[in-house]
């Protein structure tokens, strides 16, 4: 019986990006599900940011200008790559569009200006800038505010004297982020839960362990972020659900990644049913040779994808195809 017929134009030019676009009409008619053929990966490698189809097959460098670049992440409408750069001791808040490939300075204020998220309608971004007291501080960026004022503004949204950092919106235009505000700098930074209305902090993770990189998708309404147990980093997911009507439970949390070498800068896929991260080797290479994974949520196993010798980090990845 045939389930599944259709005829295609097949360019061997651009044979990589078509081959997986049969690939996801096959599986979509076989299982109903496309999973993650025609995602696009993007992540850091030296000065440069890197972007291909999301089992770098097809690899080409989309941006080589100077200084560090770091802390990728996509528009969550338009064709946009937003990451920060050096600049000095301080570094700007760029965006890379790959329609038209070209690159543009967003905002560029004295010390950090990093960690760019999106709402997901697009108009609202959550960032990270120096505070007053050497530390790190949360921003609002609201379009309609900077439209009715006519220029870029930003409203600051923590206050206290920690490192509050990689803010996350989630569907409800909150955020969550990661600080050590409570446990001081020295000690363990945790995941919180923040309420833009009112201006409060919740803290969502148990303190047991260091935690840092959330990253939150709506599909299952979950958070994956990296925890320290036992000396290494490991992969975990948060289910959100439990927020809902202001539970007083333990939210529902999946350690996803177990045995040797650090798992870290982990990012969903819109599915929910992977996700992309930074695996570290163990010893003296670890500065020298980290690699961008694949992790697949159904039965917990991940390939590493990158094949370059260096030192990559800070993948963004997205169901569009971009590359």
Known sequence: EVVFDKVVLFDSSKIVKHSHQMSA????????????????LSWCEKD??????????????????????????????????????EVGESSELCSFDLKSEKQRVNFSYPGLNMQFSLSQDGKKGATCMSGQDGNTELYLYDQAECNRQKKTVFTKLTENSGTNSSPCFLLDDNLVFCSDFETGKNGKPQIYHFDIKNRKAARLTDGAGRCSAPNYCAANNSIIFNKEIDGRFQLFSMSLDGLKGHSKKPLKTKQLTFGAKNKIEPVWHESGKFATFVIEPEGSSVAKDSQIALLTLNDGSFRIL????????FPALTERVLY
């Open 48 to 85: 440069g940011i890197f972007c291909s189809d999301y089992a770098c097959m097809d690899i080409k460098k989309i941006v080589d200008t100077p200084g560090k670049k770091f802390a990728l992440s996509y528009h969550t409408k338009a064709p946009m790559l937003f990451f920060s750069q």
């Open 25 to 40: 009409a096959i599986l979509k008619a076989a299982t109903g599900d496309s999973g993650i053929c025609t995602s696009t």
């Open 306 to 313: 990158s094949k370059s010798r260096g030192i990559l980090g």
